[in-house]
């Protein structure tokens, strides 16, 4: 099974300012096989990123992915109140598939 | 409007049985994988199961291996878990998602339906 391990665990911000997320994975993601999620509270989670760094219909390009093999990234370049919430990176390229533990993003 | 709504949940006996539903709108189902995933209050994402368009691949958590079991029924554009011998630890709220065609993450999910084991 691949291991998603995110960090921060919670990251605390002002709007405006620029967020790195980050997700390791214990083997190497198969053909950038990774998505990052948003889910705020009561609220299905929300596709961001798919295939490391392609962004999902809708999604601002404030918000970008990069990286491949073991580490990946979201970067969200200039924070607006609505991007405060859970984010979850995912591996579907091996199964079982698996999610990270998530890093939580708060308003500073 | 795409749309995936989750029924079936409910209050259930540990080493009962119970079977939830993904009525899908919206889309043409039959082209896309589906999956399972479920997530205890305040807690992660863990995923379930998974099928693809024609059921020819089907994908289980080593969590739930054995009990539950993923259908689909394309002509009702309707997916299904069924889950058999459950557990206090299967008490969660459980989504179905849609995938994106090959390499795609899974861009529509529903709402979820709240299963609690309890006796």
């Known amino acids: 099974e691949i291991v998603l391990t995110q960090s921060p665990g919670t990251l605390s911000l002002s709007p405006g300012e620029r967020a790195t997320l980050s997700c390791r994975a214990s083997?190497?993601?198969?053909?950038?096989?990774l998505a990052w999620y948003q889910q705020k509270p009561g609220q299905a989670p929300r596709l961001l990123i798919y295939?490391?760094?392609v962004r999902a219909t809708g999604i601002p390009d404030r918000f970008s992915g990069s990286g491949s093999g073991t580490d990946f990234t979201l970067t969200i370049s200039r924070l607006e109140p609505e991007d405060f919430a859970v984010y979850y990176c995912?591996?579907?390229?091996?199964?079982?598939?698996?999610f990270g533990q998530g890093t939580r993003l708060e308003i500073k | 409007e795409v749309q995936l709504v989750e029924s079936g949940g409910g209050l259930v006996q540990p080493g009962r049985s119970l079977r939830l539903s993904c009525a899908a709108s919206g889309f043409k189902f039959d082209d896309y994988a589906m999956h399972w995933v479920r997530q205890v209050p305040g807690k992660g994402l863990e995923w379930v199961s998974g099928i693809s368009w024609n059921s020819g691949s089907i994908g289980y958590a080593d969590s739930v291996k054995g009990r539950f079991t993923i259908s689909r029924d394309n002509a009702k554009k309707s997916l299904y878990l069924e889950m058999n011998s459950l557990r206090a630890e299967d008490t969660a709220l459980y989504y179905c998602a849609k995938e994106i065609a090959a390499a795609g993450g899974w861009d529509v999910w529903g709402q979820g339906t709240t299963v609690t084991v309890s006796s």
């Open positions: 295939g490391a760094f």
């Open positions: 995912q591996q579907y390229g091996r199964s079982p598939i698996t």
């Open positions: 083997q190497s993601v198969s053909s950038s096989f």
